[in-house]
């Protein structure tokens, strides 16, 4: 292909595709290492200023070089140059790369395709809600750009660029919400999603040392949010349980390793963990409720305590520890419905030998604590008097419920009850569990959220990483494992109305400070309510629009397989582009002449040319008349009537031979046998 | 040639079945005076290069988003599909209803290149962006922009290579605005024809003697005996007359003009050169013409069978540069549209 003089790129085309870039490019470098962001608007500003000062571009070894020194860095700052973040990174890179070699309009379309990937790459990240105004954006003015690539000779004005441009994204709406709806979903992925996919987010793990939690709880993200299909449970009673730890090394509580026996108890034939079906007991009236659950990058779900086995679902199962997993990892916002029982015994009767794993201690780790505990015993407390013990220990002396805890050391448990008296959640429930089992009573720790906040718009309550929380549960013969919430004992308030009851309004992350609430905070604490009920909305209905989503919506239109979805794909479609179409040649019709005699004049030209005798493009109303009088004799009453009445009415301005102008019309028609005239005349 | 055939089928069947298609439709355009309407159904349309990469790249984003199971991913996607498919109508839209009319064409001499110029013109009461012309599998000639209730005028250039009638040929009147991703295009063949004159001989050979009332031509040196001033460029201007001090500033060629002390009357004769060839002859006339022209001579024109008498002035040398150029001209040649292109 070779580059003619009409390909060469007007230097105020190229500093507006260079504004268009930096408008795809931006939200991409937010994310970056700053490198590629220094890199990409170093390239930028180098193409405006090369167009602007006329430098010439690089050589071709530069440009190779170039590329290649790319291929490395990103291979260095990621390790890999493939997947999801590398992967858009060089994309970028490339992207800013083509500039160095951009001097023709060819040149453009690859980058309008680049710039249309790059787009796609971002939604990879972040898929919020203002990215709408990103595609929109975005879209208007790589299409504008697009347009302007398709003009040769002199550019457009931005105007008539961006107007046509948003014209035409305009007219794409309806065929984009067509095919959004009806285009059979698949459900993913076709080829496996790289490692690194989907956007970091976090939350609680299923490991716990000291001040794990109390970093979490800094962050108002959401962690999933509830509808309860009945009355809610008080606040009291809103665990929900997340990973159950039972490993402790003196410092860290973990999760069972998957060789457990708990985790291999599970039936795939029932979808029942044989366990758990035998071992809880519920009692009382069932609570159902819907989680939306935003992706976390794990595999458990959570569940108020203790959700009913027999009623999962799918793609999900019990654990022994009746921790509640989902077979793959929850890559993207997942809605589960389920039905817990506040009342239960949980596993009431259980083998010496899980009892005493759950008993286990290493003894050389937190000395003194366990020696306290022995002492309890050795003063012959039974199992429930040594809870009772330990509980009214944190409530009388003088512990601290505190989100910044001093750092702790080896030790931390020691340190925690004899030295520093000042604890998180996690502390109290990790000393807690440590002396229940120092004591002889077989105790756990259980990680998740408790409580959670009702939005008032949707009717839903939200659970955040700020409600993250540390609990313990001790098995007793016969009740079987017993919540426990040490603190509770410090700081009831955390319990009954959430953190910020519980905690100095100085020491609350700045999205908890509500009490004494200014007129304008409460507005904004309002609106935050309402903010977040779009959200949700948003992520049901579109960014939720899954598969199973969309045939539960297109099942009560009765296109409830993909046959009738592409049916009716295809009907709407073609439904739309008759309508686009008509609406296009609609601006392609010949005008119509606001002036009534300029309109007949065409009209009586037009069924003279249908006879062969056309006005020529230099030929006034006069000659022509003259001309087809000579040619047509009979009709050369008719046209001479009709020239004379419409040059009076046009250039004399006598609007009263409009009329007679339309008579000489219908005489002319009738008498040159148009059917057109005959239609008229009758 | 059968298996030139086979190859061509099986290495590009589209081009093949394309060109099969072209020829077909080719073959069935009328010659027409114009002005030719545009109608919708002689509107064809077909997808770019560009339009297929865009094609695949919108594929390949439709696995992406399928893959990540990305709502906005598949927002984007489909955006850009009824993008594409919008561009369709667009472009199919930018040329339906264009009315096509024969402008004038200036005639040239052979081994110049002939320019037809072809008035595009939009009834539409919206503009009509990035119209252009061009031969069958050729390059675009020319693009222009068409204002509502205006006219473009376009010109297509075609080298002449004979002298006689150069009629035009079916051509295309074409668009890709306003996304490049589809070709719209119309064949279209004008009943338009461009005269050629005889290419003029190189200078050189002297005029034979003027008789009649004038007297004799002066001297071996002809014309030279007084410079009369500067004209403009013509062509078939000999490199040798073009005033080159004054080009610089004046930024257009011009020419020394010399004038006779008297007008002078002689006549150009086919006979008076016996020993050339027909075409040689002509194009030896059509020299003398010229330089007639340029030194302001009266002359006249001798041609088996027709004559013309001796005069002067753009007129007086076009009808001689057209005799000559229609002198005995092939049959076939001989244009339909003599009256329009004269």
Same mark, same amino acid.
């Given at each position: 292909m070779k580059t003619t003089a009409g390909d060469y790129l007007a230097q105020s085309s190229l500093l507006r595709l260079l504004a268009v870039l930096a408008l795809v490019v931006a939200p991409h470098l937010w994310r970056m290492p700053p490198w590629i962001g220094a890199a990409v608007v170093a390239i930028g500003v180098w193409r405006g200023l090369a167009a602007w000062r006329q430098w010439p571009l690089p050589p071709q070894w530069l440009k190779v070089a170039a590329a290649v020194l790319a291929f490395i860095a990103v291979q260095v700052t990621y390790g890999r140059v493939n997947g999801q973040h590398a992967g858009s990174a060089l994309l970028v890179v490339m992207l800013a790369l083509k500039l160095t070699e951009m001097r023709s309009r060819r040149d453009v379309l690859v980058v309008v395709a680049l710039c249309y990937f790059t787009m796609l790459t971002h939604f990879l990240f972040s898929q919020e809600m203002w990215t709408v105004l990103y595609l929109a954006a975005c879209s208007v003015t790589v299409t504008a750009v697009l347009i302007e690539a398709n003009h040769p000779g002199a550019a457009l004005a931005p105007r008539v660029t961006l107007r046509l441009g948003a014209a035409m994204v305009g007219l794409a709406l309806p065929l984009m919400l067509a095919l959004f709806i009806l285009f059979p979903r698949v459900p993913g992925p076709l080829w496996g999603l790289p490692s690194d996919a989907g956007a970091a987010r976090s939350g609680i793990s299923d490991s716990m040392s000291p001040g794990d939690i109390s970093s979490l709880i800094q962050s108002d993200a959401v962690a999933f949010r509830v509808v309860f299909r009945g009355p809610p449970p008080a606040m009291k009673e809103r665990y929900w349980r997340g990973p159950v730890l039972s490993y402790f090394d003196g410092r860290r509580w973990s999760a069972p390793f998957r060789g457990d026996d708990y985790f291999r108890l599970y039936d795939p034939t029932t979808r029942l963990n044989a366990f758990a079906r035998t071992r809880a007991e519920l009692a009382g009236s069932g609570v159902p409720y819907e989680v939306m659950l935003e992706p976390h990058?794990?595999?458990?779900?959570?569940?108020?305590?203790?959700?009913?086995?027999?009623?999962?679902?799918?793609?999900?199962?019990?654990?022994?520890?009746?921790?509640?997993?989902?077979?793959?990892?929850?890559?993207?916002q997942l809605r589960y419905a389920l039905v817990s029982h506040p009342q239960y015994r949980l596993e009431p009767e259980m083998t010496e030998q899980w009892q005493r794993s759950a008993r286990r201690l290493s003894p050389e780790r937190n000395p003194r604590a366990q020696a306290l505990a022995r002492q309890w015993r050795a003063e012959g407390l039974d199992d429930a008097q040594v809870v009772e013990r330990a509980l009214r220990m944190f409530r009388t002396q003088e512990f601290f419920y505190t989100l910044e805890p001093p750092r702790l050391g080896p030790d931390p448990v020691d340190e925690f009850l004899f030295e520093t008296r000042r604890g998180f959640c996690e502390h109290y429930a990790s000393a807690f569990t440590v002396l229940m089992r120092a004591a002889g009573v077989s105790a756990r720790v259980v990680v998740g959220y408790q409580g959670g906040e009702l939005n008032e718009v949707g009717g839903y309550y939200v659970v955040r990483q700020a409600d993250a929380h540390a609990w313990s549960e001790v098995w007793r013969a016969g009740s079987g494992w017993v919540r426990v919430d040490p603190t509770a004992a410090v700081a009831p308030s955390r319990v009954e109305s959430g953190l910020s009851a519980a905690l100095e309004p100085a020491e609350l992350p700045g999205f908890l400070r509500r009490r004494g609430l200014s007129t304008f905070d409460y507005l904004r604490l309002r609106a935050d309510v309402a903010w977040d009920y779009v959200n949700v909305a948003w992520d049901q209905w579109v960014l939720g629009f899954n598969p199973e989503r969309q045939l539960e919506l297109l099942s009560r239109f009765g296109l409830g397989d993909w046959q009738r979805m592409i049916l009716a794909l295809t009907v709407t479609i073609t439904g739309l582009m008759a309508l686009i179409g008509l609406l296009a040649l609609r601006q392609a019709r010949t005008a119509v002449p606001r002036d009534? &005699?300029? @309109?007949?004049? $065409?009209?009586?030209?037009?069924?003279?040319? #249908?006879? !062969?005798?056309?006005?020529? +493009?230099?030929?006034?109303?006069?000659?022509? &008349?003259? @001309?087809?009088? $000579?040619?047509?004799?009979?009709?050369?009453? #008719?046209? !001479?009537?009709?020239?004379? +009445?419409?040059?009076?009415?046009?250039?004399?301005?006598? @609007?009263?031979?409009e009329a007679e102008l339309a008579a000489a019309l219908r005489a002319l028609r009738a008498a040159s046998g148009s059917p057109r005239g005959r239609q008229t005349a009758a | 040639?059968?298996?030139?055939?086979?190859?061509?089928?099986?290495?590009?069947?589209?081009?093949?079945?394309?060109?099969?298609?072209?020829?077909?439709?080719?073959?069935?355009?009328?010659?027409?005076?114009?002005p030719v309407p545009v109608p919708r159904h002689r509107v064809y349309i077909l997808p770019t290069r560009f339009g297929y990469a865009f094609a695949v790249l919108t594929l390949v984003m439709v696995l992406a988003a399928m893959n990540y199971s990305n709502s906005m991913a598949f927002a984007l996607t489909f955006l850009l599909i009824g993008l594409g498919l919008v561009a369709m109508h667009h472009t199919h839209a930018?040329?339906?209803?264009?009315?096509?009319?024969?402008?004038?064409?200036?005639?040239?001499?052979?081994?110049?290149?002939?320019?037809?110029?072809?008035?595009?013109?939009?009834?539409?009461?919206?503009?009509?962006?990035?119209?252009?012309?061009?031969?069958?599998?050729?390059?675009?000639?020319?693009?222009?922009?068409?204002?509502?209730?205006?006219?473009?005028?376009?010109?297509?250039?075609?080298?002449?290579?004979?002298?006689?009638?150069?009629?035009?040929?079916?051509?295309?009147?074409?668009?890709?605005?306003?996304?490049?991703?589809?070709?719209?295009?119309?064949?279209?063949?004008?009943?338009?024809?461009?005269?050629?004159?005889?290419?003029?001989?190189?200078?050189g050979r002297e005029p034979p003697p003027a008789r009649g009332a004038g007297g004799q031509l002066a001297g071996s040196r002809p014309g030279l005996d007084e410079f009369a001033g500067l004209r403009n460029y013509q062509r078939g201007d000999t490199p040798r007359a073009i005033h080159w001090k004054s080009f610089p500033k004046l930024r257009q060629p011009m020419v020394k003009q010399f004038q006779e002390t008297m007008d002078?009357?002689?006549?150009?004769d086919w006979d008076e050169l016996p020993e050339l060839d027909a075409e040689t002859r002509l194009s030896q006339l059509a020299r003398w013409v010229l330089e007639a022209e340029g030194r302001h001579l009266s002359y006249g024109l001798r041609l088996p069978g027709s004559r013309i008498a001796p005069s002067r002035g753009a007129t007086h040398q076009h009808a001689c540069l057209r005799a000559l150029a229609l002198h005995e001209a092939a049959a076939g040649a001989a244009a339909p549209a003599a009256r329009r292109a004269a």
């Open positions: 990058r794990q595999n458990w779900l959570f569940a108020l305590d203790l959700p009913d086995a027999r009623q999962l679902p799918p793609e999900t199962h019990l654990t022994g520890y009746y921790q509640l997993l989902s077979r793959p990892l929850v890559k993207e009534e &005699a300029l @309109r007949l004049w $065409r009209s009586a030209t037009r069924t003279l040319a #249908a006879l !062969g005798l056309p006005q020529g +493009a230099t030929e006034g109303p006069r000659d022509y &008349a003259t @001309r087809v009088a $000579r040619a047509r004799p009979e009709l050369a009453g #008719a046209i !001479g009537r009709l020239a004379q +009445a419409y040059v009076a009415a046009r250039y004399l301005d006598q @609007r009263a031979r | 040639m059968r298996v030139w055939l086979l190859l061509k089928i099986l290495l590009h069947p589209i081009r093949w079945a394309q060109d099969r298609i072209d020829a077909w439709v080719m073959a069935r355009v009328r010659r027409q005076p114009g930018n040329l339906v209803n264009v009315e096509v009319r024969p402008g004038p064409v200036a005639p040239v001499f052979a081994g110049e290149v002939a320019h037809f110029e072809i008035h595009i013109h939009n009834p539409a009461s919206r503009r009509r962006y990035s119209v252009s012309i061009g031969w069958p599998r050729a390059p675009v000639a020319a693009t222009a922009d068409v204002a509502a209730g205006n006219t473009a005028a376009l010109k297509l250039p075609l080298p002449a290579q004979r002298r006689g009638w150069l009629p035009a040929r079916v051509f295309a009147v074409s668009t890709e605005f306003p996304l490049g991703m589809f070709h719209a295009w119309t064949w279209l063949e004008l009943d338009m024809a461009c005269l050629v004159y005889p290419a003029p001989a190189p200078p002078r009357e002689f006549w150009l």
